[in-house]
């Protein structure tokens, strides 16, 4: 069997225990492969998380994740590969996948592709290429994110050694408008992910930097535009065009290089979150796991937890 039924999947869901008071990270201690949490809830109020090579788990607290579903198999109709990051939005009526596609040896993509579904936790079909690196002159075509201003949507795409990009897509979501791309960040910038926030579009990314002892880190930096598609600046004005940004999150002795992160979620009460990936210091395993923080505004400018992972008891997403 494919996939959970909504109906069974509803059943399940109406089980689980019910929201948490308080959590402590990792809220997900094993390999979770890089997860994109939808910024929607589901009609029966759980949040989705989509991980590699196709699997999907939902949330009903945003702090208890559970196995649920396949969304789609690693032989495609345009050959085999695996599928990584990806990125599930509501257009209309069809909950619409993007994501890159690897094939064996590769550890960049070559191509994104996009599939549809009547239910987030439902099976993803037919497969679609939609663009292809070598088509934007790029290196690579990885980490898709679709975001929307009041007029068109957008496709943000990282490039190794490139930085991100965005290109125009059709109405539906489903083809590109025009083989255009726009750069948006410098090149050690990747995982874009947009919001919009108080008359700003935000744009979250990973950044790729050397510390001071000369190790190679990944930090989570934003900038924000009044344009979706930018220049986004950072609090001084420089533009992530140039490589400036500002540091919403960095690694500590706890858990380093905080990665792949979600949109903003959400909660309740209305306070925002996000889920990423770090390695846990002091484990004897280097694999990334799912973290969860608050985000805080500071002069409309977004602070993760305190600038760094949380590693003791925290108030949990207020869930009703």
């Known amino acids: 069997m494919k996939f959970i039924s909504a109906l069974m999947l509803s059943a399940t869901l109406s089980l689980t225990a019910s929201a ?180 700003y579009y935000y744009l979250f990314a990973q950044a790729d930097q050397v510390n001071s002892t000369g190790k190679s880190t990944t930090n989570i930096v934003v900038g924000r535009s009044a344009s979706i598609t930018g220049p986004y600046l950072d609090a001084a004005g420089g533009r992530l065009l140039d490589g400036f940004y500002h540091t919403a999150m960095a690694g500590n002795s706890y858990f380093f290089n905080p990665s792949n992160i979600s949109p903003l979620i959400t909660d309740d009460a209305g306070n925002d979150w996000i889920i990423y990936n770090a390695v846990q210091a002091l484990a004897s395993h280097t694999y990334p796991m799912m973290l969860l923080d608050r985000v805080q505004w500071l002069d409309e400018w977004p602070l993760i937890s305190d600038g760094y992972p949380s590693y003791y008891p925290t108030a949990a997403p207020v869930i009703r």
């Not at 109405?171 to 410098?186: F, H, R, V």
């Open 20 to 199: 948490a008071d308080s959590y402590t990270n990792p809220v997900f201690a094993s390999d979770w492969g890089s997860p994109t949490i939808t910024a929607f809830r589901g009609d029966d109020g759980a949040f989705y998380g989509f991980i590699y090579q196709g699997w999907g788990r939902y949330s009903r607290d945003l702090v208890a994740w559970q196995d649920a579903y396949r969304v789609a198999d690693d032989a495609g109709s345009f050959g085999n590969y695996t599928l990584y990051w990806p990125n599930v939005n509501k257009i209309g009526d069809r909950y619409v996948m993007y994501y890159t596609c690897l094939t064996e040896g590769q550890s960049n993509g070559p191509q994104v592709a996009v599939s549809l579904s009547s239910q987030p936790a439902s099976y993803y079909s037919p497969n679609k290429v939609l663009l292809t690196a070598s088509q934007l002159g790029l290196n690579a075509v990885n980490q898709p994110f679709m975001a929307a201003d009041a007029s068109d949507k957008y496709l943000f795409v990282s490039s190794p050694g490139q930085g991100i990009y965005a290109v125009r897509l059709s109405a539906d979501g489903l083809s590109l408008a025009d083989n255009n791309k726009i750069q948006i960040t410098s090149a050690e910038m990747s995982c874009p992910r947009v919001c919009f926030r108080n008359g």
